[in-house]
């Protein structure tokens, strides 16, 4: 499949919406970031590269982080943290209070920031230095040793994060936090603050398009039974309360973050991430979400 031409075919149709929507102008340091940029690779699991737009860029990946961190803990405690966070999509708000707090301190699903958060938590308890194994687990991932955490955007979101100390504190509260509750945050901004272009996006979940195996290295991450469970999680619950719509118009397992990446797998053939920093309504990069549209109805091809 040419799928170089299937890009530049998505990126002549979606320009008109370039720059449509708001960026995430409630992180201070993501409201200086330009709307009308837009780019998009895809890597097959055999190593071929395909990118058209703004692809060299790095950009905030924000809740795209929640994979990569959710990833290492099942790594390391399998089914065991499903007794603190669920496996259900949230149909919320990913940032909602009133959910935890009907709920009793149990997250609906990893996803949501109540879930990333007791995610965050595990690490402190896995990692001596868990800020240093998230990045370097990242860095195996692309094969790229540049990647790093953006300090500027990290103390950003720590300075106007007001709503995620609640929450995490409301999940000390129910005995959901074993940390500290100033670690948990400092970790958490950190790695959602981690800065990737699209290709690094794209290969960095190739792992799950793999079965759990990063292809270059063949080394195993995951299981083939953890990955699929990690690809449902990101089908069901990686894109919030659009998840539905999402799996109805594109088709794929994903996961979205509001500096405007998405990254999406279609296991046994390819990655594929987008990034667009003008979000919808949802929180969501608005060119982004037709572009992965366009490219499912392009190919023909999705998990269904």
């Known amino acids: 499949m040419n799928y170089q031409a299937i890009l530049e075919d998505i990126y002549q149709?979606?320009?008109?919406?370039?720059?449509?929507?708001?960026?995430?102008?409630?992180?201070?340091?993501?409201?200086?970031?330009?709307?009308?940029?837009?780019?998009?690779?895809?890597?097959?699991?055999?190593?071929?590269?395909?990118?058209?737009?703004?692809?060299?860029?790095?950009?905030?990946?924000?809740?795209?982080?929640?994979?990569?961190?959710?990833?290492?803990?099942?790594?390391?405690?399998?089914?065991?943290?499903?007794?603190?966070?669920?496996?259900?999509?949230?149909?919320?708000?990913?940032?909602?209070?009133?959910?935890?707090?009907?709920?009793?301190?149990?997250?609906?699903?990893?996803?949501?920031?109540?879930?990333?958060?007791?995610?965050?938590?595990?690490?402190?308890?896995?990692?001596?230095?868990?800020?240093?194994?998230?990045?370097?687990?990242?860095?195996?991932?692309?094969?790229?040793?540049?990647?790093?955490?953006?300090?500027?955007?990290?103390?950003?979101?720590?300075?106007?994060?007001?709503?995620?100390?609640?929450?995490?504190?409301?999940?000390?509260?129910?005995?959901?936090?074993?940390?500290?509750?100033?670690?948990?945050?400092?970790?958490?901004?950190?790695?959602?603050?981690?800065n990737m272009n699209v290709r690094e996006l794209a290969h960095s979940f190739l792992f799950l398009v793999n079965h759990g195996i990063i292809p270059d290295k063949n080394k195993e991450i995951l299981s083939k039974s953890q990955a699929k469970r990690l690809n449902a999680l990101m089908l069901t619950c990686g894109m919030y309360d659009e998840a539905g719509d999402f799996a109805f118009r594109v088709g794929l397992p994903g996961k979205s973050g509001v500096g405007g990446g998405i990254a999406a797998i279609i296991p046994g053939e390819l990655s594929v991430a987008v990034w667009s920093p003008a979000l919808n309504e949802k929180g969501n990069s608005l060119a982004g979400m037709q572009a992965l549209e366009l490219f499912t109805t392009k190919t023909g091809i999705s998990v269904f």
């Open 13 to 194: 149709e979606i320009r008109p919406l370039i720059g449509k929507g708001e960026v995430a102008d409630y992180i201070p340091a993501l409201a200086r970031v330009k709307p009308d940029q837009f780019a998009m690779a895809v890597v097959t699991l055999d190593g071929k590269e395909y990118v058209v737009g703004d692809a060299e860029p790095r950009f905030s990946i924000q809740s795209i982080s929640k994979v990569y961190t959710l990833a290492q803990v099942f790594a390391k405690q399998g089914d065991a943290i499903w007794k603190r966070v669920g496996r259900e999509p949230s149909g919320n708000p990913f940032n909602s209070l009133v959910q935890l707090e009907h709920e009793y301190g149990f997250p609906r699903n990893p996803f949501i920031n109540a879930g990333a958060l007791v995610i965050t938590d595990m690490l402190l308890e896995e990692f001596n230095d868990p800020h240093n194994e998230v990045l370097n687990f990242i860095r195996r991932l692309t094969g790229n040793s540049t990647i790093n955490f953006d300090n500027e955007v990290a103390a950003s979101e720590r300075k106007n994060g007001h709503l995620n100390a609640s929450v995490v504190n409301f999940l000390k509260s129910h005995h959901n936090i074993k940390g500290e509750v100033e670690e948990v945050l400092d970790l958490y901004f950190q790695h959602c603050s981690v």
